[in-house]
């Protein structure tokens, strides 16, 4: 499972598996280093953008057709305002290349293979990101993805790229991914990230895709000193290999060597645990095989062209073995009629294409998502409570902390007994959109199966059977690519009500906490506080009473005192003057 690993132990001792750091191959400095694999990949002077935009379409269409493994052009004397084009979010260039530029004008491309390159990229990006919002600590940083970063002298683009929150310039962790053939050329950009001076990169990581035999390697590089048998003088930190896995097929299974993979916590987020949830993401085992093994959406795209070539076999089987009537019987009823159903028939190679495929995705990898997100969500819900209750007035916080802790489980049994079912759900609808393949497939052969229906006359079966050859040759790719891409489009539409339903889950169970935690903590504080302040009122009051009695009574004192004071005056006045006259 994606998360985190219960300490966050070093995490940079040399890796078990070809410990190959990105510079072993040279000593030499980084620019030094850079400067060779420059001249290894052959530099080209930088004349127009068209020359330029052809150049990587001539190359990307190598690597489609697989006739080449080099993933690298170099140009030199480009200007930086044509650099800043190229790199536009709006240039097609962009969905199919990643850029590296220095101020001397040197441009490096990387042409990405679609689709192993991007499907890889964003496939590594949703594990880390679940990783992260298990440990709660999604918030604190920004999934770039392939944002534009300038770092000392040079100016690059990582393939996905995490920071902190609001700081585009500033990135933790970064992830490359190219071809194995290509591995020395991808350690340029490995060493790049992590020893340009002012670079914040802490940790990389390297996916080697090998496209001869199914196979990837994930290499993660970290900066640390170099040990060398004679020290010399004192070096700045290379770029080394500190954990290495390969992932391939043995006998049909998906074998991992090098167990999961494990990415210090402070490197990643940038800062030290200060939780029991947090600790080093991990990309689990289970995990790393589904990644290896990819999709059932790419599987249906990569493999369409091969299908398509089996469908004349299966016209040729009709043409062979049908009688007359029997043709255009089924060709009246849509291709359907009595035990046979053409229409299933052409979809048949692509359904047993995809489905050891399709049956892993829902029976395999969804369940299991399903469960990480209820972990997860158990475990962000554990997180709330603790803090809730950490700030809540201590004699509150024991008088109701079991009461919140039975609702918490409620909440938390509530909320998996709804993913269940949204998981029944979407198993249930899956299987409405692996009838689509069938179901487009009928919608467009109906011209043709009604054309040939209505042949007639002397060599009718034989004018069926050119028609019938005819328009799948000339159509049965597109058909085939309709409905793949109708079944893509329900998946999706699937997934996003899905994530919809989710979403709304757990808004509802958040707001219904909310109610609870701040019936149980806010108001008894908020009544407390009340009190509180009712009585001290009450004791202002009596004091000012008090206070005002004591000037009463000092005053009254006063009074007599000068009344006293009066009357002795007058008598000895009296006495002075005696009676009058």
Request: net charge neutral; charged share 25%; hydrophobic share 40%.
């Amino acid at each position: 499972m994606a998360g985190s690993s219960s300490t966050n132990k070093s995490t940079t001792s040399q890796a078990s598996f070809d410990t190959t750091d990105a510079s072993s191959e040279s000593f030499l400095p980084l620019q030094e280093h850079e400067a060779q694999i420059i001249e290894e990949l052959g530099k080209k002077p930088f004349t127009t953008i068209p020359a330029l935009k052809k150049a990587v379409e001539s190359l990307f269409q190598a690597l489609q057709g697989k006739t080449t493994n080099n993933q690298y052009l170099v140009f030199t004397d480009v200007p930086k305002h044509i650099h800043a084009q190229l790199t536009e979010k709006t240039s097609r260039l962009t969905k199919t290349s990643r850029f590296s530029s220095y101020h001397n004008g040197t441009l490096i491309i990387k042409v990405m293979p679609n689709p192993e390159h991007e499907v890889a990229a964003g496939n590594f990006d949703r594990y880390i990101n679940a990783a992260l919002d298990a440990m709660g600590v999604g918030q604190e940083l920004d999934a770039l993805r392939s944002t534009t970063v300038e770092i000392g002298d040079f100016t690059k683009e990582a393939d996905a790229s995490w920071g902190p929150r609001g700081r585009d310039t500033v990135i933790n962790f970064v992830l490359e991914i190219g071809l194995s053939e290509s591995r020395r050329h991808l350690s340029m950009g490995i060493r790049g990230w992590l020893e340009t001076p002012m670079s914040t990169v802490q940790v990389a990581v390297l996916v080697n895709i090998n496209r001869t035999q199914p196979e990837i390697e994930f290499r993660r590089f970290e900066l640390a000193p170099r040990t060398y048998h004679v020290v010399i003088r004192a070096s700045p930190p290379s770029a080394i290999c500190t954990q290495a896995i390969r992932v391939h097929r043995v006998n049909g299974a998906t074998v991992v060597n090098g167990g999961a993979l494990v990415l210090p916590f402070q490197k990643v987020v940038g800062r030290a645990q200060t939780t029991p949830a947090e600790g080093n993401v991990t990309i689990s085992v289970a995990e790393l095989q589904f990644y290896a093994e990819g999709t059932i959406f790419d599987f249906c795209k990569k493999h369409l062209r091969e299908v398509s070539q089996g469908l004349g076999e299966v016209v040729a089987d009709w043409n062979g073995n049908v009688h007359w009537s029997t043709y255009r019987a089924i060709c009246r009823r849509s291709g359907v009629w009595k035990d046979y159903n053409w229409n299933r028939d052409v979809a048949h190679p692509m359904l047993e294409y995809i489905r050891s495929y399709w049956i892993r995705a829902f029976n395999k990898e969804t369940p299991l998502h399903f469960q990480i997100f209820s972990l997860n969500a158990k475990t962000c819900l554990d997180i709330f409570h603790k803090n809730a209750v950490s700030t809540a007035d201590e004699s509150i916080a024991q008088q109701n902390n079991a009461k919140l802790r039975r609702t918490l489980g409620t909440a938390a049994n509530s909320l998996k007994h709804q993913v269940d079912g949204t998981e029944l759900s979407l198993r249930t609808r899956q299987k409405t959109a692996n009838r689509l393949f069938v179901g487009v497939i009928a919608a467009e052969l109906e011209g043709t199966f009604w054309r040939c229906a209505n042949e007639a006359g002397t060599g009718m079966l034989k004018r069926m059977q050119a028609l019938m050859e005819r328009d799948v040759e000339l159509n049965g790719a597109e058909i085939r690519r309709k409905s793949a891409q109708r079944v893509s489009e329900e998946l999706s539409d699937i997934l996003k009500q899905t994530e919809d339903k989710i979403a709304c889950m757990v808004r509802a169970t958040v707001i219904g906490l909310a109610r609870d935690y701040h019936t149980a903590i806010i108001t008894p504080q908020i009544i407390k506080l009340s009190e509180q302040e009712m009585q001290l009122k009450l004791e202002v009051a009596e004091a000012l009473r008090k206070a005002g009695q004591h000037l009463v009574l000092d005053q009254l004192d006063l009074n007599v005192e000068d009344g006293l004071a009066a009357t002795s005056n007058d008598t000895q006045a009296a006495v002075e003057t005696g009676p009058q006259a």
